[in-house]
């Protein structure tokens, strides 16, 4: 059987690690630029936002999107990639992190 997610998640933490320093992350009621969007990434000045309004679980799954676009960015890689690709990858790479956090396999810490 498999094990239920309807456990409580904990709150999303209030900044993420990176090689350039730690990224704060907001729980926002409205992401001003991005109507439709769950989460927004800002290389300046280096913030993540998530949207308050979203179930803890798209939440979770939101952040791990944007730690992906960080991930890319910080590296370089983003700079080889059209937009579509980069937001493939952020949600593949995304999901599978948010899933590992919600079977117990992954924390943020
Ligand atoms: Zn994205």
Redesign the pocket.
């Known amino acids: 059987m498999a094990q239920s997610r309807t456990k409580r998640l904990p709150p999303l933490p209030k900044s993420v690690h990176s090689h350039l320093g730690d990224i704060p992350v907001s729980l926002v009621d409205d992401l001003e630029e991005k109507k439709e969007a769950l ?1 927004m ?1 800002e290389m300046a000045p280096r913030r993540i936002s998530i949207h308050s309004k979203a179930a803890p679980e798209v939440q979770l799954q939101a952040l791990y ?2 730690i992906v ?1 960080v991930a890319l960015m910080d590296s370089g890689v983003s700079n080889g990639l059209v937009k579509d690709a ?2 493939a990858v ?1 949600d593949a790479v995304g999901t599978l992190l948010a899933s590992m956090s919600l079977a117990g396999r992954l924390k943020l810490t």
Do not use: A, Q, R, S
């Open positions: 989460g990434w999107h944007e676009h980069e937001e952020c």
